[in-house]
């Protein structure tokens, strides 16, 4: 901090001594200028440069191969002390409740096409524990967007027997995963969503077929 005070000094000493009062009041109204155009659009700018950065990262899974090896009839997951709290708040609002998802495990592989060459990041390849869900009919998402028709609610990495916990590492290529996901009751396909790339097709069985199937 004191060395930046010291060189805005020496930098009004320099325009002082070349300029004079003229350059002076140059120097203060670009400096104005500056202050005021970072208060109005210096949020913008910030989240503009998340935006460029998120889409840079989620360019590793565009256009996605998706293998879908099972979809199966799964149970609730047990709600944590923030799904009871929000039950509650619901409760206290008198807000009616939402349609009851369905449950699945979802087990499929994902292979990014993108050549590692033409990445920003090709690093830090991609997270399974990003992914979300989305309707299939739903076209040019927003960022990240959540449309309420299905999401990942828990994962798995499977590497043979072994499944780990998809927050715990990146995936670099193909990777085999296994998925807890709600569905809503009205949803019959559903696409994956990365960042803002989307991809595969993920066809939900209607409930008579898992009737059917059970007898």
């Keep these: 901090m004191l060395r930046f005070l010291n060189g805005l000094v020496g930098l009004v000493l320099l325009v002082h001594d070349h ?10 109204t670009v ?6 155009a ?3 659009y210096g949020g913008q700018l910030f989240f503009g440069l998340v935006y460029r950065n998120f889409r840079a ?9 998706v293998e ?12 944590d002390e923030d799904d009871l709290e929000f039950e509650k708040d619901l409760e206290d609002a008198d807000i009616p409740d939402g349609p009851d998802y369905r449950c699945f495990y979802l087990e499929a592989t994902i292979t990014p096409r993108q050549d590692p060459k033409t990445l920003e990041h090709p690093e830090d390849g991609w997270h399974p524990s990003s992914l979300m869900l989305m309707e299939a009919a739903h076209d040019n998402p927003e960022l990240m ?5 299905g999401f990942v609610q828990d994962g798995w990495i499977l590497r043979g027997q072994i499944q780990i916990l ?3 590492e990146a995936c670099h290529g193909s990777a085999r995963i296994k998925l807890h996901v709600a569905v809503r009751p009205d949803c019959r396909r559903l696409r994956f969503l990365y960042m803002q790339e989307v991809f595969g097709d993920i066809v939900i069985p209607s409930v008579p077929a898992f009737a059917a199937g059970k007898n």
């Design 68 to 79: 879908i090896h099972s979809l199966l009839p799964a149970p609730e997951p047990a709600p």
């Design 57 to 65: 990262h989620g360019k590793v899974l565009h256009d996605a191969q």
């Design 166 to 168: 998809f927050t715990k």
């Design 19 to 28: 300029f004079g009062m003229v350059g002076l009041a140059v120097l203060f």
């Design 145 to 149: 967007e959540f449309d309420g028709a």
């Design 31 to 36: 400096v104005i200028a500056a202050a005021w």
């Design 38 to 40: 970072l208060y109005q």
